[in-house]
């Protein structure tokens, strides 16, 4: 199984201001997803990122707003600019369980709070 | 829109008995259907997936059923210890694709 790591573990940011989170695969991986899970939320899938191409964002999220990058494999980022407390989330990244053949595997998370 | 609800936010089970969670869904087709664990603080971690074509799946002391039919899980947990204790919670989806649809989940605790 993949083993994930995400950076930072959490955060404490001001309003207008950009935090961009890290995410390593140890392993190469064609897909990697980004999920943001609000307070009291399920999970909400912010965009898919293929190494190559640009991301591909789901309603109601806009790359100005997460901007995504996939420099190579096993690495990528997401930024959240312009913060604002309705931010405030935990921000996963996934990648996908080859043996499944489904998205499976889950970073920690980042804890981000926007005051 | 699609709709995807788990039976209860929260399970109170006693040490032994089996714990049994529900997922129901609406307006929505899956190709298949998995469980995750979640602790506090932490990312969710892959237990089971189960496709439409399958009726049961067995993983140690987990069952997961799937009624294609009656569009519902249900997962178990036979012989339920305290560790047990967590977050909950099914995901549809549909392919590879990563557009996995996730219920709010149940937070089951298990009493010694």
Redesign the interface.
């Known amino acids: 199984s993949a083993v994930i790591s995400q950076k930072p573990s959490r955060d404490i940011c001001q309003r207008g201001t950009s935090l961009t989170i890290q995410c390593q695969v140890d392993s190469q991986v064609t897909m990697m997803f980004w999920y943001r899970q609000q307070p009291g939320q399920s999970l909400t899938l912010i965009a898919t990122a293929n190494q190559g191409s640009e991301a591909t964002y789901e309603s109601g999220f806009v790359i100005d707003k997460f901007p995504i990058s996939r420099p190579n494999l096993t690495f990528s980022t997401l930024t959240v600019s312009n913060m604002s407390p309705e931010d405030s989330s935990i921000y996963l990244c996934s990648v996908e369980d080859l043996l499944a053949g489904a998205p499976g595997f889950f970073g920690p998370g980042t804890r981000l709070t926007v005051l | 829109s699609q709709k995807?609800e788990q039976n209860s936010e929260a399970l109170n089970i006693q040490e032994g008995k089996t714990a049994t969670l529900t997922c129901n869904y609406t307006n929505y087709s899956p190709a298949?259907l998995?469980w995750?664990r979640q602790d506090p603080?932490?990312?969710?971690?892959?237990l089971l997936?189960i496709r439409e074509n399958e009726k049961e799946k067995r993983k140690e002391r987990l069952k997961v059923t799937f009624d294609t039919t009656l569009k519902q899980s249900l997962f178990h947990i036979t012989a339920s210890q305290p560790a047990d204790s967590a977050t909950y919670?099914c995901?549809l989806?549909k392919?590879?694709?990563?557009?996995?649809i996730?219920?709010?989940?149940t937070k089951l605790s298990v009493k010694p």
Do not use: D, E, T
């Not at chain 2, 603080?41 to 892959?46: A, E």
């Open positions: 995807i298949y998995q995750y603080g932490r990312g969710p971690v892959f997936l919670l995901a989806g392919g590879s694709q990563g557009n996995l996730f219920g709010k989940g």
